[in-house]
């Protein structure tokens, strides 16, 4: 790429010092706003260590960070500006603020080899409650985020909302030092491309949603990723008001995911459709992949969209293809594992591929197409409740006060390996399937399915 030299800007040139002590924050936005009022161009970063609060791009303009250079978020709440809009999640507004934020804004960039380093372990500020995300992007288009280092964020480390176009490519993403550690989410977008990126954290590496009926969230491509968290490496769902469709994942690795490899959750009265995912190799994930179709609208309880005032009817989940995945487990996966101290993920009890869905409202037309998983084992049926205990999955409109079988409840699994309930359409193609310890629980069941045609699984070298 040929860059004008009469459009790039230093910010050293309004008096940053790239020193990390002092907040260069206002010469590096005063760069940006003179580039965008000059109708674009290229504001770069080298040299040393640039401190700074909230930092907003502007149309037209691009920002490196060179390989030479640290932006670091300032320790100093105060440094970070309320109007960036908000976390979309009830009951964490400690996610609130944000270090780099752009609204409204066209054909920018944040690129270079450099690193941004959220300053993770310096928030929340005493007396104050925030912990930025790296960043937002509210309503934007023509985005490219390229080849960066970014380490440590406070909180998520990106969140697209209500956007479209969006390039992402060669990102190393580090996000293990506080809760919330998500990777790359995407809220109210489309037209977006993701490629060869590592995303390590301590949440979800990879998310859509979908929060608003005006911005359904479609045509994702992602591939050639590497995915390491702890609660699910790729997420579809949950947030679900509107519509997510046309999603396509291939050729991606998951390394230790203490939760869901593929996660699917329709929860909001939205669809789930055409959603294609081929090609996956895990090693050391609890849950290879697990969907559920139910409703939800918890007002004290964390994962509900903010923009959810009422229990919505149940949606539609349809479409599903999963093709050549390989899930290993290790001897690791015997172990209890926890984020931090004290939050359970996994266990053997709780493991394997799980659908799940009500009576009268089927997960359908799905495909596991050359699945191989071989799971830890070792679950005798004295260390969990009986079978029949398994809680049914219902519709809160219709049983408010029955408590429903859902992602986080019960913690312990029927079947050693396969528990799909309520799946219509079912298509299930060289399932091969073996334990490294015995397990005493049936290895797979089909509950309220209709199958297109009989199952083709193994299990431990026996074609059932």
């Known amino acids: 790429m040929t860059i004008n030299t009469q459009h790039i800007y230093d910010p050293r040139d309004f008096g940053a010092l790239a020193d990390g002590t002092t907040n260069d924050g206002p010469a590096i936005q005063t760069a940006i706003d003179r580039a965008t009022a000059n109708g674009g161009g290229h504001v770069v970063l080298a040299g040393g260590t640039f401190l700074a609060g909230t930092i907003k791009l502007k149309s037209n303009v691009t920002l490196e960070v060179s390989e030479s250079a640290t932006l670091l978020a300032s ?29 409204d804004a066209h054909d920018f960039a944040l690129v270079g080899r450099g690193t941004i380093n959220g300053n993770a372990t310096v928030f929340p500020n005493e007396g104050s409650i925030y912990r930025p995300m790296m960043i937002r992007m509210l309503r934007c288009h023509n985005v490219h985020v390229e080849n960066l280092r970014l380490y440590e964020s406070a909180a998520w480390t990106t969140a697209f909302l209500d ?16 809760y919330n550690g998500d ?32 911005y ?41 995911v203490w939760r ?12 789930i459709s055409d959603i294609s995912i081929n090609n996956i190799v895990m090693r050391d994930v609890t849950r290879p992949i697990f969907a559920v179709l139910n409703n939800r609208f918890e007002l004290d309880d964390y994962g509900t969209s903010v923009e959810l005032d009422h229990m919505p009817e149940i949606g539609t989940m349809t479409r599903i293809s999963i093709s050549n995945v390989t899930a290993t487990d290790s001897e690791e996966m015997a172990n209890v594992h926890r984020r931090f101290t004290d939050d359970v993920m996994g266990e053997p009890k709780f493991a394997g591929v799980r659908f799940d869905a009500s009576d009268g409202h089927p997960i359908e037309d799905v495909t596991i197409d050359g699945l191989r998983y071989t799971f830890i084992g070792g679950v005798k049926t004295a260390d969990i409740p009986p079978l029949e205990e398994y809680p049914r999955l219902v519709d809160k409109l219709a049983e408010p006060d029955v408590r429903s079988s859902e992602n986080y409840w019960p913690d312990w699994s029927r079947t050693a390996f396969m528990d799909l ?11 091969r399937l073996r334990s490294i310890r015995p397990d005493e629980r049936p290895a797979v069941l089909l509950d309220g399915c209709e199958t297109y045609a009989d199952p083709d699984i193994t299990v431990n070298g026996t074609r059932r």
């Open 163 to 178: 956007s479209e176009y969006i390039w992402i490519r060669g990102l190393d993403i580090k996000n293990d030092k506080r």
């Open 183 to 214: 990777g790359l989410d995407f809220d109210g977008s489309a037209h977006v491309f993701v490629s060869d990126c590592y995303v390590r954290g301590t949440d979800d590496n990879f998310c859509l949603q979908a929060s608003s009926k005006d």
């Open 75 to 103: 320790p100093n709440i105060n440094d970070y500006a309320a109007d960036v809009h908000h976390n979309r999640y009830r009951n964490e507004t400690a996610l609130d603020r944000c270090f780099i934020y752009a609204e």
């Open 216 to 256: 359904p969230v479609h045509d994702f491509h992602v591939t050639n990723c590497e995915f390491s968290g702890v609660c699910a490496g790729i997420r579809i769902g949950l947030k679900s008001i509107s519509d997510i469709y046309n999603v396509t994942i291939s050729n991606c690795t998951l390394e230790r």
């Open 421 to 431: 309930r309520n799946v219509h359409g079912l298509d299930l193609n060289r399932i």
């Open 260 to 271: 869901e490899g593929i996660k699917l959750e329709c929860t909001e009265g939205g669809s």
